[in-house]
C-alpha cells in the first residue's frame, strides 16, 4: 500500500502524549498501514482512519455515553461501516477517502498498562492501535475463536512493526501470578483456619 493510499489523521487532544511516545502521530500512521497492510486491505480509494490521544477523563466520558460503562479503558474505535461492508469493499468506486472511523486512547490507561505488563509505553500504544483498527474492520473477541482470529493478526502485523508479541509472558507478570498462587495456597481454602 502506498503513502498515498491510507491515512491516519492524529489528534493529540493530551499533550502529555508528546512526553511519553517520541512521534506519536508517526508510530500511528505506520501501525495502522501495517495492519491494512497484513489483512490485504487494498481498494482503490484512499482509506482514513482518525486517531485521537487523549486521557482518562475523556474516554470514560465516551466510554459512559457510547457504551454504558462508566470507567475509564485502554482503547475505544468508533466504526463507520457496518463489519458487513467490507467483503465488498474491493469492489468500491475509487471516489473519495474510504473512512473506517476513528480510534481513540487513553494516557494514564495506557502507561498504567505498559508498566504493568513491563512492556514499553510505545509498544502497547502499538499494540491498542492494532486493537482498535481491527475492530473498525469488524474483528472482534466475544468468543474464544474470534479471539484467537483477532490476536493472530495482532501478533503478525506488531511483529511486522517490530513489537513483541504482547500476549507473550513477561517474567515481571510470571511473578506476580506465582506470588499470587502462593498466597492462595498459603490463606487456605475460605471456611479452613489456617
Same mark, same amino acid.
Given at each position: 500500500?502506498?503513502?498515498?493510499?491510507?491515512?491516519?489523521?492524529?489528534?493529540?487532544?493530551?499533550?502529555?502524549?508528546?512526553?511519553?511516545?517520541?512521534?506519536?502521530?508517526?508510530?500511528?500512521?505506520?501501525?495502522?498501514?501495517?495492519? =491494512?497492510?497484513?489483512?490485504? &486491505?487494498?481498494?482503490?480509494?484512499?482509506?482514513?482512519?482518525?486517531?485521537?490521544?487523549?486521557?482518562?477523563?475523556?474516554?470514560?466520558?465516551?466510554?459512559? !455515553?457510547?457504551?454504558?460503562?462508566?470507567?475509564?479503558?485502554?482503547?475505544?474505535? @468508533?466504526?463507520? &461501516?457496518?463489519?458487513?461492508? @467490507?467483503?465488498?469493499?474491493?469492489?468500491?468506486?475509487?471516489?473519495?477517502? =474510504?473512512? =473506517?472511523?476513528?480510534?481513540? &486512547?487513553?494516557?494514564?490507561?495506557?502507561?498504567?498498562?505498559?508498566?504493568?505488563?513491563?512492556?514499553?509505553?510505545?509498544?502497547?500504544?502499538?499494540?491498542?492501535?492494532?486493537?482498535?483498527? =481491527?475492530?473498525?474492520?469488524?474483528?472482534?473477541?466475544?468468543?474464544? !475463536?474470534?479471539?484467537?482470529?483477532?490476536?493472530?493478526?495482532?501478533?503478525?502485523?506488531?511483529?511486522?512493526?517490530?513489537?513483541?508479541?504482547?500476549?507473550?509472558?513477561?517474567?515481571?507478570?510470571?511473578?506476580?501470578?506465582?506470588?499470587?498462587?502462593?498466597?492462595?495456597?498459603?490463606?487456605?481454602?475460605?471456611?479452613?483456619?489456617?
Amino acid at each position: 500500500m502506498d503513502d498515498d493510499a491510507q491515512s491516519t489523521p492524529v489528534t493529540v487532544a493530551t499533550p502529555a502524549w508528546t512526553r511519553v511516545v517520541t512521534e506519536p502521530d508517526a508510530l500511528c500512521g505506520r501501525t495502522a498501514a501495517a495492519a =491494512l497492510v497484513d489483512l490485504a &486491505l487494498q481498494v482503490r480509494r484512499r482509506i482514513e482512519i482518525g486517531v485521537t490521544l487523549t486521557d482518562d477523563a475523556h474516554i470514560r466520558t465516551l466510554n459512559r !455515553d457510547w457504551r454504558g460503562k462508566d470507567r475509564a479503558t485502554n482503547v475505544l474505535s @468508533f466504526p463507520l &461501516l457496518p463489519p458487513a461492508a @467490507f467483503p465488498d469493499c474491493r469492489t468500491w468506486p475509487a471516489e473519495g477517502p =474510504l473512512l =473506517l472511523g476513528d480510534v481513540v &486512547l487513553a494516557l494514564e490507561t495506557v502507561v498504567r498498562e505498559a508498566d504493568e505488563q513491563d512492556r514499553t509505553v510505545e509498544a502497547h500504544m502499538a499494540h491498542l492501535l492494532v486493537h482498535g483498527v =481491527l475492530h473498525l474492520l469488524g474483528f472482534d473477541h466475544e468468543d474464544d !475463536d474470534e479471539a484467537s482470529i483477532m490476536e493472530a493478526h495482532e501478533r503478525r502485523i506488531l511483529a511486522a512493526c517490530g513489537y513483541d508479541d504482547p500476549y507473550m509472558s513477561h517474567p515481571a507478570t510470571e511473578a506476580v501470578a506465582r506470588r499470587t498462587v502462593e498466597e492462595v495456597r498459603h490463606a487456605g481454602a475460605p471456611g479452613e483456619v489456617g
